[in-house]
């Protein structure tokens, strides 16, 4: 009888783990695994359209030192790579997506600034960046206050637009796109004179094979871009998980691999590893 009784509760729980599996090998549309360990699988915010940072190659693979990051840190939290679901998050997107629960975490070129700080809440920083200008091989822009009266392409959403207005260029003719590879466009075909955004995501772009001599860095350490892990509002517990993987991946070298692969063939001189909640001003 007692033996019925626990095979019956046994096919139960097989039942219940093979429609846990089926849901969560899903579309990942389900409500139920929005950004979280639900079904099996966790949701994560990248960038699908910055080489050697977040990229979405033409086979539906992902590369780039925020995808090797993420990948690292969902390890951390118990997910192996094939559990992971990238979400695109568009810079003018990621808080949204954080207070939506769409994705469990955003590692996208995501800069910690008190006005973010309102609306989500970050592990990190992972990286330094700064915002510099991308201009033509041939073009004579070297200062940002050359910029005033020409045509500057940068992102919805991000502090480089930001800053452009409030600070380096405000008599620039600004143009917003929703991403940066729309800028690496219209700064091709010369419908802008500069792009301008993090020296990471401007030397990712130099060094593609279809862009090579093209376009020069200008080399301004224009700000501190202080790359976070953004994370809903609240969502403590995961925070601390993730700042302590984000500490373990630079204390076991596996930080230098990602920076290695990833910024190596852009030949992008990054800073050091920085410390875990302390931000360049
Ligand atoms: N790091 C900057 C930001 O978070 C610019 C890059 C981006 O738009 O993702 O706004």
Known sequence: MKLRKAS???????????????????????????????????????????????????????????????????????????????????????????????????????????????????????????????????????EATDLNGKNLCSVTGSTSAQNVKNDFAPKANLKENSGYSECISSLQSGTVDALTTDDSILAGFAAQEQYKGQFKLAGLKLSNENYGIGVKKGDTETLNKINAALEKMVSSKAWDKAVKDNFGPAKYKNEPAPKIGVIVQ
């Open 8 to 142: 019956a509760a046994a096919a139960a729980a097989l039942v219940l783990s093979l429609t846990a599996t089926a849901c969560g090998g899903g579309d990942g549309d389900n409500e139920g695994d929005s950004g979280s360990s639900g079904g099996g699988k966790i949701k994560i915010g990248i960038k699908y359209d910055q080489p050697g940072l977040g990229l979405k190659e033409p086979d539906g693979t992902f590369s780039g030192f925020d995808v090797d990051v993420a990948t690292y840190v969902a390890k951390e939290l118990g997910y192996d790579a094939d559990q992971i679901e990238f979400v695109e998050t568009k810079s003018a997107d990621r808080e949204n997506a954080l207070a939506r629960g769409d994705v469990k975490f955003i590692a996208a070129t995501y800069s910690i600034t008190d006005e973010r700080k309102q609306k989500v809440d970050f592990a990190g920083p992972y990286l330094l960046a700064h915002q510099d200008l991308l201009v033509k091989a041939d073009s004579d822009i070297t």
